[in-house]
Each structure stands twice: as C-alpha cells, then as structure tokens.
C-alpha cells in the first residue's frame, strides 16, 4: 500500500506526542520510509508536517516575500509584528518588481508589491 | 480617440487606491491534462470561474471538486501556461454566457466567442443579458402540455412521430444513417412552416470535424437558414471542457428564447460524444468511476440538460424550447448504456437503421422501434387523419411481408395491402435538405391512404407526388393547399375538394 505524505506525517506527529526521547523516532521514521521507497515525496511529508505542527501550536505559517535582498533590520521589523508560534519564512522573488508580499496558511495573502498594483491597475 | 484612451487611463490613475489589502488565494499544487489542483480558496462556490494568473495573463478555470484540502478546477483557457505554484483567485461569478438575439445567424463557441470572423457579437456587451449555463429546469407549476407541433418537414416523422414545441425527441442511430440529415431538414423546414411562428433553431455540435460543421454552416447560410439559427460548435479539437459544457451553452441560449415568450429549437449532436467529454474530465478529476467508466452522475448530467426543455405557461410568456438529443449507436445495439439512459429521459426516439438505410429507404427511419410520447397531441387536425391510417397500414403491411417469403399463394386482399404497403414506403422516401411543407405531406399521404396510387408504378411514385403537388398548387391552391395551411384542418369540404382534384389530375398523369 502507498502511504500518501499528509499520513506520514500524521502518524509521525502522533508518535512524537507521546515520545519522550525523539532521537530513536525520527531515526525509525526516516528507516521506515526508505524501506517503503518513498524517499522522494520527503519534502512533501517534511511540509505536511510542518503544517500539522503550526496548526497543534496554534500559529500560521508565514511565507514572506521580497523583490530585493532585504536588510537584517527590515526582515525583524516585519517578523516581530507576528507570534512566536507562527513560523516565518522568508525568501527572494524578482518577480515582484518591488514591495513585499505576504502569504498566511497558503489561504489569504497581503500583497504590497508593485507587481500586483500594476496588475490591479491594467485589469 | 487617442485622446479618450489617454483621459480615459488617467482617470482610472487618479482613482487608483494601492492600499494593500487581505486578499483570498489559491495555489495551483497539480496540474495535467487541462485540469488543476488549487490549494487555498476554502469558500469557493461550486461552479465558480476562478482565475490562475500566468505568465502571460490570466486563465479562467471552473471550480469543480470542492475537496477538504483542495479544489479540482477544469480549465476553460489554454492549460500549456498553468504551472505549480502559480496563484488563483476567485471571480464570485458562476459560470455564465452572454445570450442576446445579435447571436442568430453566429457561430460561437461554449464560452460565447465567436467562431466565424465576423467581428465582435455585441454592440454593447452591456445590453446582452447573462444566462447561466447550469440553471434549474422551469418548475411544474411553470410549464403546460405540448400543443403546438414542430414541422420536421420529414413526411415520415411528421405523420408517425410528432414533434411537439417542448417536446424531448431523440434521433438515435449508427453512424452514417442520417441523424444530422434530420436535424438540419428540421432547421431547414422552421423557415418554410407556415402553420405557427418560426423557431430559432440552436445546433450544438460536440466534439464534430470542423469540416463537417464548417459543411452545415455554407449548408444553412445558403438555404437563409442562418437568419434564425445559432451555432455552438467545441470540434474535436477542442478541449474536453469545452465539449462538456457545448450543450449547456446552447440549452442557455435556447432558454434566452423561450424566456422571451418565443419557440426555440436546441440540436445536441452528439451526447455519445458529450458523454465520452465528461468521463474523460471525471477521471482526470479522479471521480470514481463506474460502468463503462462513466462517473455515477452521468445520467443526472443529461437528465438536467434535457429537463430543460419545457413549454411555459402563458404567464410564463408561453415560449417553448424544444430539444433534439442525438446519439450516435454502436451497430445499432440501442440497449448500451448511454443510449438507454437517453432513451428513459427523453419522450420518444426516432430509431434510424443502417439495414433500411442500405435498402434504399431514406431517412431510414424503423417505424416499429420509433415512438413519440406526447406529440401526437401536438398534430394538426389534418395530420391526424391521414397518419392514423397511414400507421396502421403500414403496421398491416410489415407483418404480411414476413409471409410473402414463404408463400407464393396470396389471396387477393394480401396483395392488395402488400402492394399498397409498398407504395407507402416508398411515397415516405425523401432527399435530404429536401423539406416538405405540413400541407403538401397531407394531400401526398391522403392519396397514398386512399388508393391513389394504387395503379401507379413504384418508380413513378415520387414523380406522381411532385407532379400532384405542383398541380393543386397552381390549380386548387385556394380549394385545397391553402385551406388546409389556414385551418390546418381537413375538413368535409376540402376534402371533397381535394378528392375530386385527384381524381382530376389522375386522368391527366
């Protein structure tokens, strides 16, 4: 039977809950997987995973985007406005022109980027 | 106008507000074969037109699969552009075509484009009004009985199988018999009816050549068919989707008419091949498959589209829309599963063989197989009289032929019916694209009924009809042609007047 990424990590999160030395698991998980072949899909599983936890912690998961390289000093500016449960990530993207783009649980985004307000304008 | 485009963009500048804002959206997470798999946009209607934005401007796509995680959208643009990660956004529009009488005499596609390069459909796409393509069918309380008939010009469809306004007829058949060859003398004849207002017809082909539909096109623009014809044509080459959603198109523009206190006719040709359309995208969808590896909603899919033809109380506006499902049979076995679903929902079948086709007998309609449930309260006075005795002797007729077979030795009344049996047949042979007007095929059928053609040679028969008709329309039109076309009834009178102008052209033929 093949296990799909979001029971993977389902079943690992549940076992890590009542674990009380995590070393042995994760090393079983990861043997577990090779033998079922399915090394591949471990992004998917790692990401899934990544969800199942944010949501148990009650947090959001936070994709912040920027046109350019941001300064230090820019990036803590704008991750201190969020929660200490809400995992943030950040990363490059030209196609932004300029300006920053949010994105919340893949679900709402705050998009300030010139990117948009030239689309927005153009429609 | 330079000039407008420039104060025109500046005002759209000046109020431009470039606040960001919290905005719903949707990542595209698959994508294969014209279809997509979004993740995001939890409060997405179902049959919504959601936008992915590419590269290369955006592409509309249809919200099909409301999942716990995920949409499963159809794509309605060109799919090549769509990639992983790429953003969708919700319209809040339900998937809809903009109908509008600027459509007659159009070819369009299921979206509302046109086809035919004739330029934009609407003046002022403003004014046309927004049809749903999935819409309820007009409730109970909202219809009244079939009572007005639709002229195929088919002398034997219109004798045997009526037509009504609002009536469901199927054309079934194997392929080559000479289904389209009836719907478009059903288009060709609506121009020519004389008895109620003229139809606008819809034909909606799926999944057809583009040579053939280009064919029907130069066919109706030069019989000035076009005048009040739409075309909805998806071509083989187009996308599933599209193909999916032909029907629908063409039932809403057929509904804009109806809606309007008008008759329109709608031609599905074919829902085999729209059927073939729905399963590929429910696989793709990964919907369950069933028999045949149909999805379990295949019947509902064609029940809900024919469901939608109706005729409307007057309060209503008394519009009617008429459909003509076709399905095309694989060597004739009618018991497979997308010809017996189509059988049920709709009220009557025009069988065609490929056996009679071959033998001459054009349309090859089989009268044993072929029913129509409620037509037959739909047909003129005249008619009814004539084809009562015209069923029934031709009933008589099929199974006195089994006999002639084996026995040699007849008594004369056998022959006298087998010979007349014969003549019927073949006085119920006609050329395609070769309609005849209601009032014609009542005087040919009445001398056929009544034994005038009784010492007529068979291969003379067709000439003795042209020739019959073509006098009393230059002798005893007032007497005969004409009264039976203004009270479509055969009354005493004309038929005595008719009686004794056959009797008067039999001495000069």
Same mark, same amino acid.
């Given at each position: 039977?093949?296990?799909?990424?979001?029971?993977?990590?389902?079943?690992?999160?549940?076992?890590?809950? *009542?674990?009380?030395?995590?070393?042995?698991?994760?090393?079983?998980?990861?043997?577990?997987?090779?033998?079922?072949?399915?090394?591949?899909?471990?992004?998917?599983?790692?990401?899934?995973?990544?969800?199942?936890?944010?949501?148990?912690?009650?947090?959001?998961?936070?994709?912040?985007?920027?046109?350019?390289?941001?300064?230090?000093?820019?990036?803590?500016?704008?991750?201190?406005?969020?929660?200490?449960?809400?995992?943030?990530?950040?990363?490059?993207?030209?196609?932004?022109?300029?300006?920053?783009?949010?994105?919340?649980?893949?679900? /709402?985004?705050?998009?300030?980027?010139?990117?948009?307000?030239?689309?927005?304008?153009? *429609? | 106008?330079?000039?407008?485009?420039?104060?025109?963009?500046?005002?759209?500048?000046?109020?431009?507000?470039?606040?960001?804002?919290?905005?719903?959206?949707?990542?595209?997470?698959?994508?294969?074969?014209?279809?997509?798999?979004?993740?995001?946009?939890?409060?997405?209607?179902?049959?919504?037109?959601?936008?992915?934005?590419?590269?290369?401007?955006?592409?509309?796509?249809?919200?099909?699969?409301?999942?716990?995680?995920?949409?499963?959208?159809?794509?309605?643009?060109?799919?090549?552009?769509?990639?992983?990660?790429?953003?969708?956004?919700?319209?809040?529009?339900?998937?809809?075509?903009?109908?509008?009488?600027?459509?007659?005499?159009?070819?369009?596609?299921?979206?509302?484009?046109?086809?035919?390069?004739?330029?934009?459909?609407?003046?002022?796409?403003?004014?046309?009004?927004?049809?749903?393509?999935?819409?309820?069918?007009?409730?109970?309380?909202?219809?009244?009985?079939?009572?007005?008939?639709?002229?195929?010009?088919?002398?034997?469809?219109?004798?045997?199988?009526?037509?009504?306004?609002?009536?469901?007829?199927?054309?079934?058949?194997?392929?080559?018999?000479? *289904?389209?060859?009836?719907?478009?003398?059903?288009? %060709?004849?609506?121009?020519?009816?004389?008895?109620?207002?003229?139809?606008?017809?819809?034909?909606?082909?799926?999944?057809?050549?583009?040579?053939?539909?280009?064919?029907?096109?130069?066919?109706?623009?030069?019989?000035?068919?076009?005048?009040?014809?739409?075309?909805?044509?998806?071509?083989?080459?187009?996308?599933?989707?599209?193909?999916?959603?032909?029907?629908?198109?063409?039932?809403?523009?057929?509904?804009?008419?109806?809606?309007?206190?008008?008759?329109?006719?709608?031609?599905?040709?074919?829902?085999?091949?729209?059927?073939?359309?729905?399963?590929?995208?429910?696989?793709?969808?990964?919907?369950?498959?069933?028999?045949?590896?149909?999805?379990?909603?295949?019947?509902?899919?064609?029940?809900?589209?024919?469901?939608?033809?109706?005729?409307?109380?007057?309060?209503?506006?008394?519009?009617?829309?008429?459909?003509?499902?076709?399905?095309?049979?694989?060597?004739?076995?009618?018991?497979?599963?997308?010809?017996?679903?189509?059988?049920?929902?709709?009220?009557?079948?025009?069988?065609?063989?490929?056996?009679?086709?071959?033998?001459?007998?054009?349309?090859?309609?089989?009268?044993?197989?072929?029913?129509?449930?409620?037509?037959?309260?739909?047909?003129? *006075?005249?008619?009814?009289?004539?084809?009562?005795?015209?069923?029934?002797?031709?009933?008589?007729?099929?199974?006195?032929?089994?006999?002639?077979?084996?026995?040699?030795?007849?008594?004369?009344?056998?022959?006298?019916?087998?010979? /007349?049996?014969?003549?019927?047949?073949?006085?119920?042979?006609?050329?395609?694209?070769?309609?005849?007007?209601?009032?014609?095929?009542?005087?040919? %059928?009445?001398?056929?009924?009544?034994?005038?053609?009784?010492?007529?040679?068979?291969?003379?028969?067709?000439?003795?009809?042209?020739?019959?008709?073509?006098?009393?329309?230059?002798?005893?039109?007032?007497?005969?042609?004409?009264?039976?076309?203004?009270?479509?009834?055969?009354?005493?009178?004309?038929?005595?007047?008719?009686?004794?102008?056959?009797?008067?052209?039999?001495?000069?033929?």
């Amino acid at each position: 039977m093949k296990y799909s990424p979001k029971n993977y990590a389902l079943a690992l999160a549940k076992s890590l809950e *009542k674990a009380k030395d995590e070393k042995p698991l994760i090393s079983n998980f990861l043997k577990l997987v090779k033998k079922n072949g399915d090394q591949k899909s471990f992004p998917k599983i790692l990401e899934a995973f990544k969800k199942i936890e944010i949501k148990k912690n009650g947090g959001s998961q936070i994709k912040i985007e920027f046109a350019r390289e941001a300064s230090e000093a820019q990036i803590k500016s704008i991750t201190k406005k969020f929660s200490r449960k809400d995992w943030i990530e950040t990363s490059l993207n030209p196609s932004l022109v300029a300006g920053v783009r949010i994105t919340f649980d893949d679900e /709402r985004e705050l998009d300030g980027s010139l990117n948009r307000k030239l689309h927005k304008l153009f *429609k | 106008m330079a000039y407008d485009i420039i104060e025109k963009l500046k005002k759209e500048i000046e109020g431009f507000k470039d606040d960001a804002e919290f905005e719903k959206v949707g990542i595209v997470i698959e994508t294969s074969d014209g279809i997509a798999k979004i993740s995001g946009l939890s409060q997405s209607l179902s049959q919504e037109i959601l936008t992915i934005e590419t590269e290369s401007g955006d592409v509309p796509c249809l919200a099909s699969n409301l999942e716990e995680s995920s949409i499963g959208a159809i794509i309605l643009g060109d799919f090549e552009k769509v990639k992983i990660g790429q953003r969708v956004r919700q319209t809040g529009q339900v998937l809809s075509i903009k109908v509008g009488p600027e459509m007659i005499g159009r070819v369009v596609n299921p979206l509302g484009l046109p086809l035919d390069n004739k330029g934009v459909i609407f003046d002022q796409p403003e004014k046309a009004e927004d049809y749903f393509l999935e819409r309820l069918a007009p409730s109970v309380i909202d219809r009244e009985s079939v009572r007005v008939p639709v002229h195929t010009g088919v002398k034997a469809i219109d004798a045997m199988i009526p037509i009504g306004r609002g009536q469901r007829e199927l054309i079934i058949g194997d392929r080559g018999t000479g *289904k389209t060859a009836i719907a478009l003398d059903t288009i %060709l004849n609506q121009g020519k009816d004389s008895v109620s207002k003229p139809a606008i017809c819809v034909y909606v082909a799926i999944g057809q050549k583009n040579s053939k539909v280009a064919k029907i096109v130069k066919v109706l623009e030069e019989a000035g068919a076009l005048k009040y014809t739409i075309i909805v044509s998806a071509p083989a080459s187009a996308p599933a989707a599209l193909q999916y959603l032909a029907p629908f198109a063409g039932c809403a523009i057929g509904e804009y008419f109806m809606e309007k206190g008008g008759d329109a006719i709608v031609i599905y040709d074919d829902l085999s091949k729209h059927a073939q359309s729905y399963r590929e995208l429910s696989l793709l969808l990964r919907r369950p498959p069933g028999r045949e590896a149909y999805p379990g909603d295949i019947f509902y899919l064609h029940s809900r589209l024919l469901e939608r033809a109706a005729k409307l109380s007057k309060e209503k506006g008394g519009g009617s829309l008429t459909a003509l499902p076709i399905i095309e049979t694989q060597l004739g076995d009618i018991s497979a599963y997308i010809p017996t679903n189509v059988i049920s929902i709709t009220d009557g079948q025009i069988y065609l063989e490929s056996n009679l086709f071959y033998q001459g007998l054009r349309p090859a309609v089989n009268v044993g197989f072929s029913v129509s449930r409620v037509g037959s309260s739909a047909q003129t *006075k005249a008619m009814k009289k004539v084809a009562g005795r015209l069923r029934l002797e031709l009933a008589q007729f099929r199974e006195l032929q089994a006999f002639v077979q084996f026995a040699s030795d007849l008594d004369e009344n056998t022959k006298q019916k087998i010979e /007349r049996g014969d003549r019927l047949t073949e006085l119920l042979k006609q050329n395609d694209r070769e309609p005849v007007s209601f009032e014609k095929q009542v005087v040919a %059928l009445y001398a056929g009924i009544n034994g005038f053609l009784d010492d007529v040679p068979k291969d003379r028969i067709k000439e003795f009809e042209a020739k019959l008709v073509d006098f009393l329309g230059k002798m005893h039109h007032e007497k005969v042609l004409g009264a039976i076309q203004k009270s479509t009834e055969l009354s005493e009178e004309t038929e005595k007047n008719l009686k004794s102008s056959l009797a008067e052209f039999k001495k000069i033929f």
